[in-house]
Each structure stands twice: as structure tokens, then as C-alpha cells.
């Protein structure tokens, strides 16, 4: 009997394991909802028909339609058990009870948590008012079984072991059974879509270990154990930070969400977006236009970043240059600060009024601009305080590159009478272009996705006719009813862009380097 058969079935016992608890989890928090908005259902319903609710609530009672108050006529009164709500004698929860009422005259029946308590509000229309309990969960979710967890973990063991036992193809099923045993309860929980996923992957760790793929991934570790311990905690917080959320964005832009409830639209909201949403293509809401202006947005500063940046490094590498030195570590200021300071920075020197841009073109006897009432100026703006951040960050990569060259080759070329043009085309740029092409691929993501420029300085302004595609998903997910599933898929098709240029970009430069 071979004797690694346990970690094969570690294995699968820890994978269906956390789709097994996953699925509990769901249950038990859904169990929970659902128990404790029927509770505050039913006392609502109570009060509506002139009953005492007969489970323990914290308040309930029926408030009366909204009246013109006599005092101020723009405010409308409610009264609950013969007083007044709110005013100098308001109760705890009278608040609460306003709202619910105004929120049920207008939307109808009701029931939810209580965002940031423990309270249940539920809320049933009547003619004669609006019935609304509050009640508090007597106790929290169900505990976690860990016997029945435990015991069908230790009975899978036994058949995985049994099937070992007696080898050949009877390892494989034996590993299989037992590494599925968790499939029943999740078919309890959550049905049989997750059951059959549990089902999946122990079939899956069987297959694999019948290739021998596990016992090769267990001598990999124990061979880099040290190195693998080292780097798990960076893989934990990557899975946690990068993958998780990645997962959740990707899975809400198939959803739509009205009130805190999601409603599963396919890809409604990609087609949504895709389609410009009926708008012209020269409204800024329309996707293609916002995408153009992210576009011409991304080139143009990457253009100057490049250009600028270049051209700084070939001046303060310069021996000649007294002081290059100081000057370096001046010029790199501008990437040090946080470019959301340097943002509001550059906002203020751009204010109509009272601004240093507009002060300055005053004393050169040129007119105040109104900087952003127009897309062209507000666009400028946006690219001269994006080209201050960004052109650092080349010139610390060309002055890199540029002090790798040896000095020879420019002198052994002079001898050679080239010309200066010359000498920077076949010696200088050939050793340039190795480090500039990832710069500029990384530089245009970072413009390509720079909100706090663009939020900050011209606040998409004027009309939204400046707002890029990660400033415009923001807007979506906060600004415009909350629409986060929207918001969701305009992350992902940014995503998607992004990994095409980085494809591009990758096959681009490894050309060049050939």
C-alpha cells in the first residue's frame, strides 16, 4: 500500500472543503435573513390588522397618513400612538419611522436590516396609515457543524484509504468517493450546482493523482519549502487584494442593483455600454466618445512625458553641466510629491479668477482664460498638470539607460566623423529603445487609468466632456444612482483594454529587441 495516498486526499478534502464551507455560509446567512424579515413581516402585519405581535419587538405601531403641518406649510406631519412625530418630545426611533412611512407611502411594502444596527424594519400600507415594527434577532446564525464536517472528512479518509488498499483503478474511485463526501451537505445548503462543483474537483484530484502530478507538487515543496514559505504570505495577500476583488468586479457587471437588490441582467450592461446607450456619439456619455477622449488623452501625455522626459535626460548627462547633480534631484520632485497634492496644486494656478496661469498671461498682456468652460482649455489643463507628474518618471529611466553607454562609442564615432544627429540615432537610440518601450508601456496604463488628475484638476468638466473611462465608471457607481453593476462592467471592458495593449505592446517590443 502506498503510503502517500493521505496527500492526495488532504488535497481534495481541503478544495471541496471550502466550497463546502462557502456554501454553508451562504445558507446559513440567507436562513438568517430570511427568518429575521419574516419576524419583522409578521409584527408589521399585526399591527396592521389591530393585533399585538406576538414575537418580542423593540417598536411597533402604525403611523398615520402625512398631513400639511399648520405651522410650515412646506413640512408634512405624521402621528404615531396619539403624538406628533419628531419635535421637542421625539422618541428614540421616531426618525426611523418617518422615513419608513414616507419610503412605503412611495414605494409600497417593505423589509430590511437596518444599515449599521441590529434592527429589522418592516413596513405594511393601510389605508389608515402605514404599520411599521422594528424588531432585533433573538440570536445570530446558525453554528458551523463541525461534527458533521469532521465526521464525513474522517469516513472520506477510510474509503480513500480502502481504495489505496486494495490499488489499481480502485485508488482513483476510493480518492474520488472520499474526497466528495462534502457534496451531500452542500446539496443541503446550496443545491445541486454546488455539489456538483465539489463533486468536480475531487474527481479532479483523483485524475491528478493518478498522473502523479500531486507527488510532484509535494517533492517541489519540500525541495523549496524555505523559498515557498517565504513567498506564501505575498501570494495570501495578493489572493486577497488583487484576486478576490478582481473576482467580485468581474462577477457584479453581470448584475444590476436598485436598492440594494441585485438582479442578474446577463450582459445587459455590456451592451448597455457598447452600444453608447442610445446617445450621440458626441455626447460624453456615450462610451465611444469617452473612450476617444481617453485615447487622444493617454497619447498626447505620453508623447510629451517621453519627449520631455528624453530630452532632460540628454541635457543632464552632459559632463559640461555644472550642477546636474542638483538638478536631477529638483526635477525628480514633481514624481516624489503625491499627484493628488500636485493636482490641487495645479487646480488653484489654474483657477479663472484669481489663479497664477491666469496672473501670468495677465502680466504678458494676454487675456484671462477661462480655463475650464471649454473642452479644449480644460483638456490642456488636465495635460499640463498630468505632464508635470509624469515626465520624472522617463527621464529616471533614459538617464538610467543613457549612463549604461559607453563613453567609447561616442568617441570612437566622432573620430569616425559622424555627425551628432548621427551619433544619437545609431548609438544613442538602439540603447534607449530597451528600456523606454516597457516605460512606455507602463506610463500609458498609468495615464490610461489616472483618475485623480482628471476628478481633481477639471472635475470632467465642461459637461462631462473630459471625463476618461475610469473617471466615468466612478461616476456611474456614485454620482449616478449608484449604478454599480454598470460601473462593474465599465472596470472590466478597461481591463480587457488594457491587457490588449499590454499584449501589443509585449509583441512590439520583443520585435524591436530581435
Known sequence: MRRDWWHAYVVGACLTGIVAVAAFV???????????????RHAAKDVAEGRTPVDDVVMAAMVSPAKRS???????????????????????????????????????????????????????????????????PPKGPEPFPYLVVLGLLVMGALVAAAGTLVGGPARSLGLALGASGLAVPTYLWSGFGLAMVVFALAVFVAWADRRGSIRRIGKELRTGGIAYAFLTPTAAAMFVLVAIPFAVGLALGFYNNHDNNWTFVGIDNFVQILSGGGRSLSDPLNFWFTLGVTVAWTAVNVVLHVSIGVGLALVLRQRWLKGR?????????????????????????????????????????????????????????????NTWLGFPFMM???????????????????????????????????????????????????????????????????????????????????????????????????????????????????????
Open 26 to 40: 451562504s445558507y446559513r446567512n440567507h436562513a438568517f435573513t430570511s427568518r429575521e424579515e419574516a419576524r419583522a
Open 70 to 136: 399648520q405651522t410650515y406649510s412646506f413640512l408634512r406631519e405624521r402621528q404615531i400612538d396619539g403624538r406628533r412625530l419628531g419635535g421637542s418630545a421625539a422618541g428614540e426611533h421616531d426618525k426611523l419611522f418617518y422615513d419608513a412611512a414616507n419610503r412605503a407611502d412611495k414605494n409600497g411594502a417593505f423589509v430590511e436590516f437596518v444599515q449599521g444596527t441590529d434592527y429589522v424594519l418592516a413596513a405594511e400600507p393601510r389605508d389608515g396609515g402605514v404599520a411599521i415594527a422594528l424588531t432585533i
Open 325 to 385: 547633480h542638483g538638478f536631477r534631484m529638483l526635477l525628480i520632485l514633481p514624481w516624489a510629491i503625491p499627484n493628488y497634492i500636485t493636482a490641487l496644486i495645479w487646480k488653484g494656478m489654474f483657477q479663472g479668477e484669481y489663479g497664477a496661469v491666469n496672473a501670468v498671461l495677465s502680466a504678458l498682456g494676454i487675456d484671462k482664460v477661462s480655463w475650464f468652460s471649454e473642452w479644449s482649455t480644460a483638456f490642456t489643463a488636465n495635460v499640463v498638470t
Open 396 to 514: 529616471v529611466v533614459a538617464l538610467g539607460a543613457l549612463e549604461s553607454i559607453p563613453s567609447d562609442m561616442y568617441e570612437a564615432a566622432e573620430i569616425d566623423g559622424a555627425s551628432p544627429w548621427q551619433r544619437f540615432r545609431h548609438i544613442t537610440m538602439p540603447h534607449l529603445l530597451p528600456a523606454m518601450l516597457p516605460a512606455i508601456a507602463l506610463g500609458a496604463i498609468w495615464t490610461f487609468n489616472m483618475f485623480n488628475v482628471i476628478y481633481l484638476v477639471s472635475d470632467g468638466r465642461p459637461g462631462g466632456g473630459t471625463d476618461i473611462l475610469v473617471t466615468e465608471a466612478y461616476r456611474w457607481a456614485f454620482e449616478r444612482g449608484e449604478r454599480y453593476g454598470l460601473a462593474a462592467a465599465y472596470a472590466t471592458i478597461i481591463f480587457l483594454i488594457l491587457v490588449l495593449w499590454t499584449i501589443v505592446g509585449s509583441r512590439l517590443a520583443k520585435k524591436d529587441s530581435q
